[in-house]
């Protein structure tokens, strides 16, 4: 698998927070929403979802001051991510233009599209046992861990000592989660998913903040 390992990378030249967007009228209606063609230009943010993103990014302008300006935030180009990462992006002041990548693109749910969102707990029950599998159309998840971790990659050779900032979705984010935490990527399901706007170091397991609506 051509992606970057933590431990064979001990020493990254940039530091990572993991952000996933806020609670979206796809999270209300309870459907999964993942295909860009749709989800690029609808189910955008809740009102609540709004308020979480100016929470995160409160946080976040807290705890990086007084360097905001110079983080480098990539987002999804899911609009729920996007609206999000704007938002953060302005409250933090950066210099550098907000960047979409669809390497941060929320995973694929193949035939699961629209449909209820439950669905999802039995995709990461079938994860543990086959993280290549590609049923239903569903994105493996050996994918969505090589294009997160080549992201990382580009990241890392284009920058140095930056504060960086990746705006996406709970599965590409959980899945990341496991190069820097040392878990099989098919037992992400072991990883506590991500809340709406939460923040997470990803050279730390622990949970560096949290603004959920739980």
Known sequence: MA????????GLQNRYFAVRHGQAESNVQKIIVSNPAIGADAYGLTDLGMEQAKQAGGKLKALLSPNCAEVVMISSRFKRARHTAEIIH??????QPLEIDDLLNERGFGSYDLKDSSIVHETWKNDATDAVTTQHGIESVMNVLM???KLVK????????????????????????TMFTHVDPGQHGSIRHFDNAEIRELTDPNILDTCSNK
């Not at 992606?3 to 990378?9: G, P, R, Y």
């Not at 580009?154 to 989660?177: C, F, M, W």
């Open 3 to 10: 992606a970057l390992v933590a431990s064979d990378e001990p």
């Open 90 to 95: 302005g409250l933090l002041g950066c210099a």
């Open 147 to 149: 294009r997160t971790s």
């Open 154 to 177: 580009q990241l890392e050779d284009t920058y140095a000592n930056k504060n960086i900032i990746l705006v996406s979705h709970g599965d590409p984010l959980r899945i990341l989660l």
